[in-house]
């Protein structure tokens, strides 16, 4: 244990205690000593191991000597693990947000029970912090702004975030001189649900220099890693990173393969052309003369095949041009080959959207401004599936109101007579696989939509024969975000995907792709298996608000991720189509 690790942990002892409300000068006494400790050049276990005293040294006293010992001799502090029982250490990362100090974490943890950011994040979310007393609206969007930062400086941005962030910055680099064309790689080109870092292409001939300063001095950049004459790096304001490449003409398709990866796709592709003597890099596709070591040549050295583009370099190594979704090394290479890649859905296949909020629950439009907009983007039909009644905090759905709702869509149809509008609810799956509305409810609406928002903490088994059993109810026709994931900030509770992909085969239930980008539910391994098991997949955008329909997009790319063509995706079937799959049971 070094010095540093001891800092730690008597750091977290004083965050803890704070919080407690202990005696200040108990407190004041770690924090002295943790300078002590920082400012030492000699490690304290060997101090200790040669019997020095301890409190010989300045600011550390018999109380926080003993503590040192015994965290070298047992590894924990018996004093931190009695002040953990009562405050959990979780909360010391809480005081670590702007915004936050001592006592707002204990208000935090006694009044709403939040231990973690993630907690806190929930909270405000749910608004639930700007009641509190010593908080109000101004400190909860301060902690909200915090916990932004926070996150962004360490994980990864959802997709939906990195294209906000980014908009400025590609009209910005495509103003660059000598630029003659910008391309997005990486995985935002792959359109992966969360990103690390951005990847940016510029064709340019010549030296790329005045292409990377220009890109450097981009205004929203924080600070700039490096700008030379082929490559540039800034991080954002936010703390994303973007990567910017200048390539010439000859290699742009080349250097776009290898910067749109995946890495694992890059060296599948590249096992393969070594077999057949032809070497892939990000400047083309050569030829190895026979006799000569591979090794010993420079990068673009060798009979030039390929680079200028991504399909000569495909076809050069006799495959054909792969979408950058597949590209996970997931069997498109086979596929390419063999020209057996599936025709990917697009966003123009979707003729209708089957998750959406409206007024009667918690969406803040009305069912005809939801039906216009729906019309407005061409599609055939919609479903207005507000929540059931467990959804109590936010009016959901009890019989008679779902009654009454039926009344108001019977008029908004006469008014909006371009779009056909589907009675449904999104029916809460209860604790044992009960659904939240009768029978004789569930007989009537043209489509039913469950989904489970309650006790997500269950076990795998039980949360498995919890849903299986609500997929057996002969009138259920969707199972809505399976997982229950939000990408960043709540995992997928324990599920048994694939039982639950095999009941839907077997109780004809489509399930659901959740296109909103903070969900992504299910993700694309699982799509695919859902179409391998002939499994009709759903892309809804669970839109609260007009705007929310515009994610389909979200949908439209992970359902291609997951190799999905329109014949996969049952909303892509005209309406009659639609209605006779949703009379399967009845035939
Ligand atoms: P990210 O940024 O973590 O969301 O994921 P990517 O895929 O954008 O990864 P990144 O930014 O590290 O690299 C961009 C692409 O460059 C990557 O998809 C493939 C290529 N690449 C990077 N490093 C290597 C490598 O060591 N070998 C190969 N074959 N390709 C690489
Ligand atoms: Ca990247
Ligand atoms: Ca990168
Ligand atoms: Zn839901």
Request: charged fraction near 30%; aromatic fraction near 4%; hydrophobic fraction near 40%.
């Amino acid at each position: 244990m070094e010095n540093l690790d001891i800092a730690r942990t008597l750091t977290l002892l004083a965050d803890l205690l704070e919080i407690q409300g202990a005696n200040p000068f108990r407190i004041r006494a770690y924090r002295t000593a943790v300078n002590t400790v920082n400012g030492l050049s000699k490690p304290l276990h060997s101090m200790v191991e040669a019997g020095e005293d301890l409190t010989a040294l300045p600011g550390v006293g018999k109380n926080v000597a003993s503590h040192i010992v015994e965290l070298l001799g047992t590894g924990t502090i018996g004093r931190l693990e009695e002040v953990e029982a009562e405050i959990p250490r979780t909360l010391a990362e809480l005081m670590a947000l702007d915004g936050v100090g001592p006592k707002k974490a204990k208000r935090l943890f006694d009044e709403l029970g939040v231990r973690t950011v993630q907690d806190l994040d929930d909270a405000l979310e749910a608004k639930k912090v700007e009641g509190l007393e010593g908080f109000g609206v101004r400190s909860a969007e301060k902690i909200r702004v915090a916990i932004a930062e926070h996150r962004q400086h360490t994980g990864r941005f959802r997709i939906d975030e990195v294209e906000k962030l980014i908009a400025g910055l590609l009209s910005h680099v495509a103003d660059a001189p000598g630029a003659e064309r910008v391309e997005v790689a990486g995985s935002l080109r792959r359109r992966k649900e969360t990103i690390g870092d951005v990847d940016i292409l510029v064709q340019c001939r010549g030296d790329g220099t005045p292409v990377t300063e220009h890109f450097v001095a981009f205004e929203g950049a924080a600070r700039a890693e490096s700008a030379g004459p082929t490559k540039g790096s800034i991080v954002l304001h936010s703390g994303l990173q973007v990567d910017l490449r200048v390539v010439p003409p000859a290699s742009f398709g080349a250097a776009l393969v290898y910067f749109t990866g995946s890495k694992d796709h890059n060296v599948a592709i590249r096992t393969r052309a070594v077999r057949e003597r032809l070497r892939v890099n990000e400047w083309g596709v050569f030829r190895v003369p026979e006799g000569v070591d591979p090794e010993t040549l420079g990068k673009d050295e060798g009979e030039r095949l390929a680079g200028e583009t991504e399909e000569g370099v495909y076809e050069s190594l006799g495959m054909r041009w792969v979408p950058p979704v597949l590209r996970e090394s997931r069997g498109e290479i086979e596929a390419s080959r063999e020209g057996t890649l599936p025709r990917l859905v697009e966003l123009g296949d979707i003729r209708g959207d089957l998750q959406m909020h409206s007024t009667w629950s918690d969406g803040n439009t009305s069912i005809e401004e939801m039906a216009r907009a729906c019309a407005g983007l061409g599609y055939e039909y919609l479903a207005v599936t507000d929540h059931s009644q467990a959804m109590a905090m936010v009016q959901g759905l009890t019989p008679e109101r779902a009654r009454a709702q039926w009344e108001e869509v019977a008029e908004v149809r006469k008014l909006v007579p371009e779009i056909e509008i589907l009675t449904s609810a999104e029916v809460d799956i209860l604790k044992h696989g009960e659904l939240d509305l009768p029978d004789d409810i569930l007989d009537v609406l043209d489509l039913v939509v469950i989904s489970v928002h309650s006790l997500m903490d269950q076990d795998r088994k039980t949360m498995t024969d919890r849903v299986l059993r609500a997929m057996a109810h002969p009138s259920v026709d969707i199972l809505a975000h399976p997982t229950g994931r939000r990408i960043n900030r709540r995992e997928p509770f324990e599920l048994d995907v694939e039982a639950v992909l095999e009941a839907a085969a077997e109780h004809s239930v489509a399930v659901e792709l959740n296109a909103n980008p903070r969900r992504l539910d299910l993700n694309e391994v699982h799509v695919h298996r859902a179409k391998d098991l002939g499994v009709p997949v759903v892309i809804s955008t669970d839109a609260h608000s007009p705007a929310g329909l515009m994610d389909m997009r979200f949908g439209v790319d992970q359902a291609r991720r997951g190799w999905l063509e329109a014949s996969d995706v049952l909303n892509t079937r005209p309406l009659s189509e639609f209605r006779a799959w949703l009379g399967r049971r009845s035939s």
